[in-house]
């Protein structure tokens, strides 16, 4: 039973981390032909707005693949654990704290990517602040806190026995 776990468990890890690399990819090819190439769906950048363009170009870069590679970090560090016996590793912790920052601060840059750096008006962008962004950056937040709960109540159980 245990071997058939760990099997399923090493494959939803190993098919996690896939897609997790495979949007990595896409995101780093997708921002550098945006920003190398020309013409429709490039950015347009403009003085005015060019030091949010930047920052909500390099924001979605970094924090988006950040959220992928902590994912791939904590799946792995969780089938470790498990394998070892351990169901919660206190290392975790923080892997999840920050996946929830990564996760909004990259999905806010990533819904206003379109709207800020490709203005349909010349000049004037949007700035978007979507309710799905927050309520699951909340969740994540929440995850994190059940988690972080159910390391204290692993270890407590471990000294018990």
């Given at each position: 039973m245990?071997?058939?776990s760990y099997k399923g468990l090493l494959g939803m890890t190993l098919f996690a981390s896939l897609l997790c690399a495979?949007?990595?990819v896409w995101t780093i090819c997708q921002s550098y032909f945006v920003c190398t190439e020309s013409g429709e769906?490039?950015?347009i950048w403009h003085e005015d707005l060019y030091p949010m363009q930047i920052t909500i170009f390099i924001g979605r870069l970094l924090f988006m693949n950040a959220f992928y590679a902590l994912i791939v970090v904590f799946l792995v560090k969780q089938y470790?654990?498990?394998k070892s016996g351990v169901l919660f590793p206190r290392a975790n912790i923080g892997i999840m704290y920050?996946?929830?920052v990564c996760y909004l601060i990259g999905n806010f840059c990533h819904a206003n990517f379109d709207t800020f750096l490709i203005p349909e008006t010349e000049g004037?962008?949007?700035l978007v602040i979507s309710t799905d962004?927050?309520?699951y950056a909340m969740l994540l937040l929440v995850f994190a806190s059940i988690y972080k709960i159910?390391?204290?109540v692993s270890e407590e159980n471990t000294l018990t026995i």
């Open positions: 245990k071997t058939k495979a949007n990595i769906g490039c950015i470790k654990a498990v920050t996946i929830a004037r962008a949007s962004t927050l309520i159910a390391v204290k």
